[in-house]
C-alpha cells in the first residue's frame, strides 16, 4: 500500500491563529477580497480577527457576503468579478464549506476572466487561480485542506471540481470559531466529517496516509460524539469543539487523497431537490455503507474496527443519533429520474464490492418512500 501525498497549503490551527497570521497573509498579496456567507463570519468573531489582521499589515480588502448554501456557478462568477474590479491579490474565504468552495471557484473566476461554466469544471483555465486564504467556523467539511469546491450548476445539479491549482495556499483553524453553532447543527456538520474518514477509509483509492488519517478523525468524532451524547450541550466545551475540528481537518486530508464515495455520490439529490443540510444529506447513508463494508470486506473492516476503538454496530448507533431526521419523501417517478446517476459514477465505483444502480435506488426507496 502506497503512501503518496500532496497537501501544499500552510495549515496553521489553534486559538487565536488569525490574528498571529498577518505575515502568512501578507505574503499573498497587499489586496484581497473576503468571500462569506450571510452571517457565520461575523457572528463567529472570524470576519472581525481577519479584518484586523489584514489591517496590521495594511493589506486592502473588500467583502463578498453573498454566498448562499450550495453554492452557485454565478454566484463564484459575481464574486471572481469583484475580486478583479477590486483589483485583489488573493481570496479570503470565511465559513462552512459553501463559503469556502465559492472562494475558491472565485479565485479561478477572477484570474480567467470571461470564462464559461464548462471551462471552470473542465480544468481548461489560462490562468493559475489566485491564492486562497481558508477559515473554517464549522467542523466538518475539511474544505480547508482540499482540491475540490463542490458548486450547483445553473442545471441546478452539485458539481465538484477537483484540481490540484485548488488547494488553499494558506488554512487558519480557530475552534473557537466554531461555538456559535448549536449542538445540533455541530453534531450534523460534523458528521459529514465522519463520512469523509469511512468513506475515505473504505475507498479503492485509499493509501497508507489517508488511512492513518482516516482512523485519526473516526477515533476523535466517536469519542466526542459519545461525550456530547451523553453530557448534551454542557458537554461541548473547547476541548470538544477542537477535537472536532481537528477531525474534520482529518477528514479533509484524507479525502485529499481518496475522493467520497457511496453516501457523497448518492446524498447530492437530497440537497438539490430537498435543500437537506450536506452532512444529513450524506450521513443518511452512512449507516448503509459500513453494514456493507463489513459485510464485503470483512478482514478490511475488522482492522479499521481495532484501529479506530470501536464495534461496527457502536459506530452505527453513534451516526444513526447525531444524524438529523431527514424529512423527506421520494417517489417512483423520482426514482426512475435519478436512477442514471448510479451508472458509471466514478464516486459509487471507488467503493469496494458492488452497488449496482437497483441497489441503490432500493437504498433510496427503502429510506425515503413514504406511500
Ligand atoms: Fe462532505
Same mark, same amino acid.
Given at each position: 500500500m502506497n503512501m503518496n501525498f500532496k497537501m501544499p497549503t500552510t495549515l496553521i490551527t489553534g486559538l487565536g491563529c488569525v490574528g498571529r497570521s498577518s505575515a502568512n497573509l501578507a505574503a499573498l498579496g497587499s489586496a484581497c477580497l473576503i468571500v462569506t456567507g450571510a452571517s457565520s463570519a461575523k457572528r463567529s468573531g472570524a470576519l472581525a480577527d481577519m479584518e484586523t489582521a489584514l489591517k496590521k499589515e495594511n493589506i486592502r480588502y473588500e467583502l463578498y457576503d453573498k454566498t448562499e448554501q450550495n453554492p452557485t456557478v454565478l454566484t463564484c462568477l459575481e464574486a471572481g468579478e469583484k475580486a478583479r474590479a477590486a483589483g485583489a491579490d488573493f481570496i479570503v474565504g470565511i465559513g462552512g464549506g459553501s463559503p469556502l468552495d465559492a472562494a475558491k471557484a472565485a479565485a479561478v473566476f477572477a484570474a480567467n476572466p470571461g470564462m464559461s461554466e464548462r471551462e471552470l469544471f473542465s480544468g481548461e483555465w489560462k490562468n493559475s487561480p489566485l491564492p486562497v486564504a481558508a477559515v473554517g467556523? +464549522?467542523?466538518?467539511?475539511?474544505?480547508?485542506?482540499?482540491?475540490v469546491s463542490v458548486l450547483t450548476t445553473s442545471d441546478g445539479l452539485k458539481k465538484s471540481i477537483r484540481d490540484?491549482? %485548488?488547494?488553499?495556499a494558506l488554512s487558519l483553524g480557530d475552534p473557537?470559531?466554531?461555538? +456559535?453553532?448549536p449542538v445540533s447543527f455541530t453534531l450534523s456538520t460534523a458528521a459529514d466529517a465522519m463520512a469523509h474518514c469511512v468513506e475515505s477509509y473504505f475507498?479503492? %483509492?485509499?493509501n497508507d496516509i489517508s488511512r492513518t488519517f482516516a482512523v485519526r478523525g473516526v477515533s476523535l468524532l466517536a469519542d466526542t460524539f459519545k461525550k456530547i451524547l451523553k453530557g448534551?450541550?454542557?458537554? %461541548?466545551g473547547f476541548d470538544e469543539r477542537e477535537a472536532l475540528y481537528n477531525a474534520s481537518i482529518y477528514g479533509g486530508l484524507a479525502i485529499s487523497v481518496t475522493g467520497t464515495a457511496f453516501p457523497h455520490a448518492v446524498g447530492y439529490f437530497l440537497s438539490e431537490?430537498?435543500?437537506?443540510?450536506h452532512g444529513t444529506a450524506c450521513a443518511v447513508f452512512l449507516p448503509l455503507f459500513i453494514r456493507h463494508n463489513i459485510k464485503c470486506e470483512p478482514e478490511q473492516a475488522k482492522e479499521f474496527f481495532l484501529k479506530t476503538g470501536i464495534s461496527g454496530d457502536e459506530l452505527i448507533s453513534l451516526v444513526e443519533a447525531v444524524t438529523p431526521k431527514c424529512d423527506v419523501s421520494v417517489t417512483e417517478k423520482d426514482l426512475r429520474e435519478l436512477?442514471?446517476?448510479?451508472?458509471?459514477?466514478a464516486s459509487i465505483k471507488k467503493s469496494f464490492g458492488v452497488f449496482s444502480p437497483e441497489f441503490t435506488t432500493d437504498a433510496i426507496r427503502q429510506l425515503f418512500k413514504k406511500d
Open positions: 467556523t +464549522t467542523a466538518g467539511t475539511g474544505s480547508e485542506v482540499t482540491q490540484d491549482r %485548488l488547494f488553499p473557537a470559531y466554531t461555538a +456559535t453553532m475507498n479503492r %483509492l485509499a448534551g450541550a454542557d458537554s %461541548l431537490r430537498h435543500n437537506v443540510p436512477a442514471p446517476r448510479w451508472t458509471d459514477n
